[in-house]
């Protein structure tokens, strides 16, 4: 098991790690629309806060050595049902066909107040 870290992220607001490399897969902590340069909420904007939280993703998929075009799963959380849609149009611009396996459920709150978290696990190139 190898931990993954980059500057490019939010740096972890508890006791888990950005990502964590082991037997050719990368597992992706829960990201949020942190921008990594100012450590705030990226936007009030749904759209805004999904292009953030995958701009996130990204960062810590290429420290690992893979990118968003390997995700093989992810779990999107958001915190109102209604922004489905909206977070649907930024998320089918950052993933490539075919898309991976998702989940996306509605949970009445995150640990900061953000709208959306996005974990993932990508295949290691």
């Known amino acids: 098991m190898e931990e993954v870290s980059t500057d490019q992220a939010p740096s972890a607001i508890g006791p888990y790690s950005q990502a ?22 990226a936007s009030d904007n749904i759209g805004e806060q999904t292009a953030q939280t995958l701009e996130n993703i990204a960062a810590i998929l290429d420290a690992a050595g893979t990118s968003l075009d390997d995700v093989v799963k992810s779990k999107v959380f958001v915190t109102d049902m209604d922004d489905y849609e909206a977070v649907n149009e930024v998320y089918a611009e950052y993933m490539s066909e075919p898309y991976p396996a998702r989940a996306a459920v509605e949970v009445s709150r995150l640990p900061i107040e953000i709208g959306v978290e996005i974990e993932v696990i990508a ?3």
């Open 20 to 41: 964590i490399k082991e037997d050719g897969r990368v597992y992706v902590s829960g990201q949020g629309p942190v921008d990594p340069e100012t450590d705030k909420i």
């Open 123 to 125: 295949s290691l190139k």
